[in-house]
């Protein structure tokens, strides 16, 4: 049993003790917990964002919420944030946006930090430290689905970053696939700091399904160091363009999904991007059992 199967019969119990939820009904459609999935008796919608928005506070003072008026339009249900300083949480506790969502923290205190956001409460939540010279963690966060019983871990990631630590990347994916082996609905995103063809990718692919595979976003890079000059200023010596920030599941009642990328274009119709990553965005329409 994984480490959030052994609660989950107590965690559902209490989860009426521990927050209200609205409940309309009109025609089919639910709208349930705290600020609602979209559910019905045939099917639900997900949508799950990943983003680096990066550590620079300096160029933050108006990236930030610029960055933050964009999640607010994408309106995704979670969203897994990476090189989250103080200065954007601050700015961010301000910003409408935070009202819309439970926030989550791998390492509050640190100069920089993932975070998850979810408009549902979660039911639980942990950080895996990883082995690591960034001090890098995994921040894990278990969501009931909607008028269900299935529960699903989502996993917040942001792997080392040198270009010569591809033999850590692999410890790292291995201790976090060790961690939750034992849950079966996981969700995985972040900044894996590897591209299309390495061993890591390919360690990864045999646990999980890469959202972008065989689609058009494939070969698309997220961080694009021949156009954002951002990435120019962030890359490696030798670094080129590379698909770093990704979606993983193993979600066996996804019956469709969507992917995309966005802030992938320059703002004030200049060279300066958002970040010097891209986002990444997918939606999932699953069926599953609802609860009568």
């Not at 609602?36 to 964002?49: F, N, R, T, W």
């Not at 410890?171 to 995985?188: M, S, T």
Request: without cysteine; charged residues 20%; glycine residues 6%.
């Amino acid at each position: 049993m994984g480490y959030f199967g052994a609660k989950k019969e107590m965690v559902l119990k209490a989860l009426s003790q521990r927050f209200v939820g609205k409940l309309y009904i009109m025609s089919l459609l639910i709208m349930f917990n705290a600020h609602g999935l979209k559910a019905s008796e045939v099917g639900m919608d997900l949508s799950i964002i990943t983003w680096n928005v990066w550590f620079d506070d300096d160029s933050g003072r108006w990236r930030y919420p610029l960055i933050l008026n964009e999640l607010s339009k994408q309106d995704a249900d979670i969203l897994l944030l990476q090189e989250v300083t103080p200065s954007f949480l601050e700015i961010m506790i301000q910003h409408p946006l935070s009202n819309n969502y439970y926030i989550s923290q791998s390492n509050q205190g640190a100069s920089y930090q993932n975070i998850t956001l979810t408009k549902q409460y979660p039911v639980a939540s942990d950080v895996l430290a990883l082995e690591s010279n960034m001090q890098r963690k995994a921040l894990i966060v278990q969501l009931e689905l909607p008028s269900s019983t299935e529960l699903i871990s989502v996993v917040n990631v942001h792997l080392e970053s040198p270009l010569d630590h591809s033999w850590l990347r692999e410890r790292q994916i291995q201790q976090i696939i060790a961690f939750v082996e034992d849950e079966n609905n996981l969700l995985i995103g972040g900044d894996f700091n590897f591209g299309n063809g390495t061993s890591a990718e390919a360690t990864l692919s045999r646990q999980l399904f890469d959202l972008a595979y065989k689609g058009e976003y494939y070969d698309q890079p997220t961080f694009d160091v021949e156009n954002n000059d951002w990435a120019k200023q962030t890359k490696y010596w030798f670094e080129s363009s590379r698909r770093l920030d990704r979606l993983y599941h193993d979600l066996s009642f996804v019956v469709g999904s969507k992917y995309s990328l966005f802030a992938n274009h320059p703002v004030f119709e200049g060279k300066d991007y958002l970040s010097d990553h891209f986002g990444v965005r997918a939606d999932f329409s699953f069926i599953i059992d609802s609860i009568e």
